[in-house]
């Protein structure tokens, strides 16, 4: 890189937004506008070097075509840097496929009404196309596990323990018969679905038809193991099969806590293009103002993956659901991820609880055993003296 290079003022002035944007923790549209150069500058230096041997000759004046070259190389690299560094910090990360920064996956907590009302934003945009790609879904079942994954995320995020788990089930008499999500109390979640390829109709507003799939009738389970002696069971019939109606209707009949739920996954033939949601609570000192007040904004909200795909930040969507209302931070924020914790000795567990008869039935029949996770698809190989151990282990 030649120092001498001189820097333009176009240059200075972004570098300034960008240390006003680093300092402000989030990035507005104007700003990700800024990073978008950075990505073009990343592809112009991609385009430079293919089918270039060697760097050409370094040269200062910008007369030149090749010094006009470098001096836009040279500022390649910078925004390169910069948005390199700001990737430490800001959770954003490229996506060679896409060409772009994208925001990281992020829980943030927020307190709003003078503490009145809990609100808890998510962006899962990663977590739902890592889901899809690894369950090979169709559009509408990327949407409907996609919704259930980022309220295991937000509800698996309200648990206390590292060690507690939160599952939620749907059983439902639609095409996808059974989904789960698995979640813990960093917020990371994992999935499975029955049915991944279902392809049905769109809903006549041209929207993907995610309580079709589902199913309208069926049962909403949620499981806590918080490290008791049993865990702790609710059910609820499902209201719609959306997902989010039918979680609403299970924090006002199962836990009693008026709430509103929103949660979206944009999809298109190239994966996910947003997904997230948000979870609003009432305190039980909420006044009749507060709540007329939420419920006015609640019902002006755009769809929450419409608002993800515009770039809006988790602050952003928080401060349109208070208003004017003052809004504050709570706790640390969470990345939460699609991650699996299978271990070849709970999968060898499995295999124990089928019982020596089975386990000789496979010996017999395949020599040896494939199992294959069902929320990762990692494959775990059983040779036939494993099996044979396994066997003797049933006694
Ligand atoms: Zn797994």
Same mark, same amino acid.
């Given at each position: 890189?030649?120092?001498?290079?001189?820097?333009?003022?176009?240059?200075?002035?972004?570098?300034?937004?960008?240390?006003?944007?680093?300092?402000?923790?989030?990035?507005?549209?104007?700003?990700?506008?800024?990073?978008?150069?950075?990505?073009?500058?990343?592809?112009?230096?991609?385009?430079?070097?293919?089918?270039?041997?060697?760097?050409?000759?370094?040269?200062?004046?910008?007369?030149?075509?090749?010094?006009?070259?470098?001096?836009?190389?040279?500022?390649?690299?910078?925004?390169?840097?910069?948005?390199?560094?700001?990737?430490?910090?800001?959770?954003?990360?490229?996506?060679?496929?896409?060409?772009?920064?994208?925001?990281?996956?992020?829980?943030?907590?927020?307190?709003?009404?003078?503490?009145?009302?809990?609100?808890?934003?998510?962006?899962?945009?990663?977590?739902?196309?890592?889901?899809?790609?690894?369950?090979?879904?169709?559009?509408?079942?990327?949407?409907?596990?996609?919704?259930?994954?980022?309220?295991? =995320?937000?509800?698996?995020?309200?648990?206390?323990?590292?060690?507690?788990?939160?599952?939620?089930?749907?059983?439902?008499?639609?095409?996808?018969?059974?989904?789960?999500?698995?979640?813990?109390?960093?917020?990371?979640?994992?999935?499975?679905?029955?049915?991944?390829?279902?392809?049905?109709?769109?809903?006549?507003?041209?929207?993907?038809?995610?309580?079709?799939?589902?199913?309208?009738?069926?049962?909403?389970?949620?499981?806590?193991?918080?490290?008791?002696?049993?865990?702790?069971?609710?059910?609820?019939?499902?209201?719609?099969?959306?997902?989010?109606?039918?979680?609403?209707?299970?924090?006002?009949?199962?836990?009693?806590?008026?709430?509103?739920?929103?949660?979206?996954?944009?999809?298109?033939?190239?994966?996910?293009? =947003?997904?997230?949601?948000?979870?609003?609570?009432?305190?039980?000192?909420?006044?009749?103002?507060?709540?007329?007040?939420?419920?006015?904004?609640?019902?002006?909200?755009?769809?929450? =993956?419409?608002?993800?795909?515009?770039?809006?930040?988790?602050?952003?969507?928080?401060?349109?659901?208070?208003?004017?209302?003052?809004?504050?931070?709570?706790?640390?924020?969470?990345?939460?991820?699609?991650?699996?914790?299978?271990?070849?000795?709970?999968?060898?567990?499995?295999?124990?609880?089928?019982?020596?008869?089975?386990?000789?039935?496979?010996?017999?029949?395949?020599?040896?055993?494939?199992?294959?996770?069902?929320?990762?698809?990692?494959?775990?190989?059983?040779?036939?003296?494993?099996?044979?151990?396994?066997?003797?282990?049933?006694?």
């Amino acid at each position: 890189m030649n120092e001498k290079v001189t820097v333009g003022k176009e240059f200075e002035l972004l570098k300034k937004r960008f240390s006003d944007a680093r300092e402000c923790g989030y990035y507005s549209i104007r700003e990700r506008k800024l990073l978008r150069n950075s990505i073009m500058a990343v592809d112009y230096v991609k385009s430079f070097f293919e089918g270039t041997s060697h760097l050409p000759p370094l040269e200062e004046s910008a007369s030149t075509s090749w010094g006009k070259t470098f001096n836009n190389l040279w500022r390649a690299f910078s925004y390169i840097e910069e948005a390199e560094r700001l990737l430490d910090g800001a959770h954003l990360y490229y996506d060679i496929k896409k060409r772009g920064f994208f925001v990281e996956d992020k829980i943030i907590s927020f307190l709003a009404f003078d503490g009145k009302v809990n609100i808890k934003c998510i962006n899962s945009t990663k977590l739902v196309e890592e889901a899809r790609k690894i369950h090979d879904l169709s559009p509408v079942t990327t949407a409907a596990l996609g919704r259930l994954l980022t309220m295991g =995320s937000l509800m698996g995020s309200n648990l206390k323990e590292k060690n507690d788990k939160i599952t939620l089930q749907i059983k439902a008499d639609g095409p996808i018969d059974t989904m789960i999500a698995v979640a813990s109390n960093d917020g990371n979640v994992k999935g499975y679905i029955k049915n991944p390829n279902i392809d049905i109709p769109l809903k006549s507003n041209g929207k993907l038809d995610v309580g079709g799939a589902v199913g309208k009738n069926g049962m909403l389970y949620i499981i806590k193991d918080i490290g008791l002696k049993e865990p702790y069971v609710g059910l609820t019939p499902l209201v719609s099969g959306e997902i989010a109606e039918d979680f609403t209707e299970y924090f006002a009949k199962s836990e009693q806590v008026p709430t509103a739920i929103a949660l979206g996954v944009l999809v298109d033939k190239d994966g996910v293009r =947003s997904a997230g949601g948000y979870i609003v609570q009432l305190m039980p000192d909420a006044t009749n103002e507060d709540i007329t007040i939420l419920e006015q904004n609640l019902r002006a909200m755009p769809p929450i =993956s419409k608002l993800l795909e515009e770039n809006k930040s988790l602050e952003d969507i928080a401060g349109m659901i208070t208003g004017d209302g003052m809004l504050f931070m709570v706790g640390e924020d969470l990345l939460p991820e699609y991650k699996c914790d299978c271990q070849k000795s709970r999968i060898k567990n499995g295999l124990i609880s089928l019982g020596a008869k089975e386990i000789q039935n496979i010996i017999d029949t395949d020599g040896k055993a494939e199992v294959v996770c069902k929320f990762c698809k990692k494959k775990y190989e059983f040779s036939k003296e494993d099996l044979e151990k396994i066997k003797e282990e049933c006694k």
